[in-house]
């Protein structure tokens, strides 16, 4: 039932807001009339560079649960991020604390537009800071959640003497907290590590995994590609979150190829369909140099966007390479045959020619030769001769049904998954009670 009502709705998806997403190097012109030939009109459909999706001027893109902080200020470095951490510590210590939260407003801006690294324990003693400010402008228990994320970047971290007295336990019991922290994960896109350094909250994440464990609070995330300039992201993470940092171009190539990973499939989807994603069957295309491919498809039923079976599309195009290699081999093979049939023909009439020359005298009246020993002979080269021609009028025929095999698997290489899925639904639609 549900096939037979999705079919009823397939003349409004054809129809449907579409958005094709293409790259700035094919133009929007090449893309327009590639899909112009396919589909014969583009009404409904607009089509989105992929410099749209993606800030050519971001090298990467922060995906998952967390929100990446954006730099709201002038870049600066670990010398002003340590004199205005300073300050804030100065501040405490005079029990200035209404100026201190204001000063330490300043560090936690500083912190997404640092271009600078900082060490491991220049992040502690920023963390260890914002646990003062906290004691004292929210009570322990904000305190507490401070002093584990300075001790979880620094599990060396000790009391000192000249903090304030008062703060110790809530410090000690931070102590004990920090062994139970709960985590979350930070994964990197292999452009990350590949083309460039991956820092966390000062500590370099190893290349070789392109993975590492966060944990609850605030974290920074720094990268800087060879040769380039630092870029940092301040996220606030939960207990299970999963954050992706994904490069532009590992991005960008993963949407255009239509393999991208479920982050940014989310991101994509958020700034391309969202002016469409309300109305039935609508669409978003990524278009390749030859063709125009299917990515999304938007259930008419559900109104939810399920992923193209991109693997199902490309065991179709393995069908199709197949096929048009047997079209070839066919009418490769059928002109070798239909050649050794007309050899095999020649030769026969050869023979045949011989062996009449041999039969009659000059005159063409009078056998010179006994005709029983030579019509077994004659009779050879006549069914050699019919062989020729059989084997040369099946050469052509399968030549001539080659052509046909290679041009449909030519066509199914060429398979899109907006082509694959309609014909797949009728068929089975039919057969549907």
Not at 34 to 59: E, I, K, L, N, Y
Request: aromatic share 8%.
């Amino acid at each position: 039932m549900r096939l037979a009502l999705l079919l009823l709705l397939l003349p409004s998806i054809a129809q449907a807001a579409t958005a094709i997403v293409y790259s700035p190097e094919q133009g929007e012109e090449a893309v327009r009339q590639a899909w112009m030939q396919q589909r014969g009109h583009d009404d409904g459909v607009r089509f989105v560079s992929v410099d749209a999706v993606f800030d050519p001027t971001a090298p990467a893109i922060v995906l998952g649960d967390a929100t990446a902080v954006p730099c709201e200020r002038e870049l600066g470095g670990v010398e002003e991020f340590g004199r205005l951490n300073d300050a804030v510590f100065d501040l405490v210590l005079d029990q200035d604390y209404l100026p201190a939260v204001g000063a330490l407003a300043k560090v936690e801006a500083l912190l997404p537009c640092l271009s600078e690294v900082p060490s491991a324990d220049v992040m502690a003693g920023f963390h260890f800071m914002r646990g003062l400010v906290a004691y004292y402008a929210s009570g322990p228990d904000a305190a507490t959640s401070r002093f584990e994320e300075a001790l979880l970047v620094s599990p060396f971290l000790q009391w000192d003497t000249t903090w304030p007295p008062v703060v110790k336990p809530t410090f000690d019991a931070a102590v004990a907290g920090a062994l139970q922290a709960k985590s979350a994960l930070l994964s990197l896109s292999p452009s990350m590590v590949e083309a460039g350094s991956f820092w966390l909250d000062g500590r370099s994440v190893d290349a070789r995994t392109r993975t590492s464990t966060l944990y609850e609070g605030t974290h920074v995330l720094q990268w800087r590609p060879e040769g380039g300039s630092v870029t940092s992201w301040v996220v606030e993470v939960d207990a299970g979150h999963f954050v992706t940092v994904v490069h532009r171009g590992d991005a960008v190539a993963s949407l255009l190829s239509g393999h991208a990973d479920p982050g940014v499939t989310a991101f994509a989807r958020a700034q391309v369909l969202a002016p469409v994603e309300q109305q039935a069957g609508a669409t978003l295309v990524v278009a390749e140099p030859w063709e125009v491919t299917l990515f999304h498809r938007q259930d008419p039923l559900s109104g939810r966007w399920e992923l193209a079976d991109l693997d199902a599309i490309e065991r179709w195009r393995q069908s199709g390479r197949r096929m048009r290699n047997t079209g070839i081999g066919m009418i490769l093979g059928g002109i070798g045959a239909a050649g050794i049939g007309i050899a095999t023909v020649a030769g026969g009439v050869e023979q045949a020619w011989e062996i009449e020359d041999d039969l009659f005298d000059e005159d063409g009246y009078g056998f010179l030769s006994d005709l029983t020993l030579l019509q077994p002979a004659y009779a050879r080269a006549q069914a050699q001769v019919r062989v020729g021609w059989t084997l040369s009028f099946v050469g052509a025929a399968v030549s001539l049904a080659g052509i046909p095999v290679g041009i449909v698997g030519e066509q199914r290489t060429r398979a899109t998954g907006l082509h694959q899925v309609r014909p797949t639904k009728r068929r089975k639609a039919k057969k549907a009670p």
